[in-house]
């Protein structure tokens, strides 16, 4: 079945040094999601990219796909406290299962101001 | 709107208990999904709904079913509990090709 690898499980920085978080599917996929979890929270959604190639930012936080579709990353620059939480991809296949998300395991950020 | 609605989002169980996690989402969505997580172990989907009328398996059905009531309601039942499925339950919803919208969490202790 598809699996959704995300590499690294953890991640300390000080703040204003930058982070990225990889994400990796055995599988083309459709579409990817990024979501950020809160500690104590739920899963929030942050983007969607879709094309072969994507490439979108938002502020400090920059959105890769990669061109194979089986890859992404998020990079936030200048990491402030208030980045901490728990990243995670998500990753929908095409075909028959076009109705199943499936989620890496997380990155948890932690800033050290 | 009020989005995804979980309930109870606290709960404590013993060993072999049953009880049923309740779910709905008043966004008209296709799909509605189960997650469990554990520290370490990311969101592992136990069953989706990919629309009404339909259930599949995900990555850890073992121990659970469920129950598409209608498009609104998607209900997770644990018929014997153990204490392995002590974790936070998340159910989400989505639309055709939109982004998933979770609940506040279930936090289950199995004692």
């Known amino acids: 079945g598809q699996q959704v690898m995300q590499i690294p499980q953890y991640q300390h920085v000080q703040e204003g040094e930058d982070f990225t978080t990889y994400c990796n599917s055995s599988?083309?996929?459709?579409?990817i999601q990024w979501y950020k979890q809160r500690p104590g929270g739920h899963p929030v959604f942050l983007i969607q990219?879709?094309?072969?190639?994507e490439v979108k930012k938002q502020k400090r936080l920059t959105f890769q796909f990669g061109e194979a579709k089986k890859n992404s990353s998020l990079h936030i620059t200048a990491t402030q406290t208030t980045d901490v939480g728990t990243y995670f991809c998500?990753?929908?296949?095409?075909?028959?299962?076009?109705?199943?998300?499936?989620f890496g395991q997380g990155t948890i950020l932690t800033v050290h101001p | 709107n009020a989005g995804v609605t979980q309930t109870p989002k606290f709960q404590v169980l013993k060993t072999g208990q049953s009880m049923t996690l309740q779910c709905a989402q008043d966004m008209n969505h296709n799909s509605m999904y189960w997650y469990r997580q554990d520290p370490g172990m990311g969101l592992r989907l136990i069953y989706y709904s990919a629309s009404e009328g339909t259930t599949d398996k995900g990555e850890v059905p073992n121990g659970y079913n469920v129950s598409r009531l209608n498009k609104r309601e998607f209900s997770l039942r644990l018929e014997s509990a153990a204490p392995s499925q002590t974790s936070v339950y998340f159910c989400?919803?989505?639309?055709?090709?939109?982004?998933?919208?979770f609940g506040q969490g279930t936090r289950l202790t199995v004692v």
């Open positions: 989400a919803s989505r639309g055709w090709l939109t982004e998933a919208f």
């Open positions: 599988t083309t996929l459709s579409n």
């Open positions: 990219l879709v094309k072969s190639g």
């Open positions: 998500a990753g929908r296949a095409g075909g028959t299962s076009y109705g199943k998300l499936t």
